[in-house]
């Protein structure tokens, strides 16, 4: 699919049921070491990185071109693990377009999508299997894997509205998800100022 006059034509993708993984295009691969600095527990993260640099997540995008009235579809897998207590999760972004909306179905695993505006409301909606989540625009928006599979889910947005990391970058989420005596809970972030 490299030819980009190939996606104003119909077509369709492959992504597995069982692990999100398409075979059309490489994925692209966020190991712990892209994520320096968005972790809580900076100590933790030190320590993880001394004794390699494993997999967090991956996604696939496809190349759609960035024009308004395209849609910007694939898969996002987010493996288990944690780094001190807290669970293994995506950057998280704003919209460059700040008021564009994402659709995300969970197709495996479980856990969170963890949704926060620039005023400061926020929500933990849950994901299993089946559950469809809206990311409504203006809201920032990460995928956090609470369970022992991977976090598997599909996504839609207008192609045009890129990502903004810049500001979660700096500031973090207000909330965090760790585990807390055996459970997952949302808690305030320590490192969060504003
Ligand atoms: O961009 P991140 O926060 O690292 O998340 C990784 C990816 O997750 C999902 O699949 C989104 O729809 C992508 O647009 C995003 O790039
Ligand atoms: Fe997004």
Known sequence: MENLEQ???????????????SDTKASIKRNLSKMKGMYANEHAYEAMTVNGDPLIYEFHELGVPEKPG????????????????????TKGHFHTILDTAEVYYCLGGKGYMLMES???????????????????GRYAHRSINTGTEPLITFYVFRADAGHDYGTIESKGFRKIVIEQAGEAAIVDNPKWNN
Not at 118 to 136: I, R
């Open 70 to 89: 395209n849609l910007a579809f694939g898969t996002s897998i987010v493996y288990p693990g944690k780094v001190g207590d807290e669970y293994y999760m």
């Open 7 to 21: 996606y104003l034509q119909p077509f369709s993708v492959y992504f597995s049921l069982n692990n999100g993984l």
């Open 118 to 136: 620039p005023e400061g409301d926020w929500a933990a909606e849950p994901f299993t299997p089946g559950k469809a989540v809206y990311v409504p």
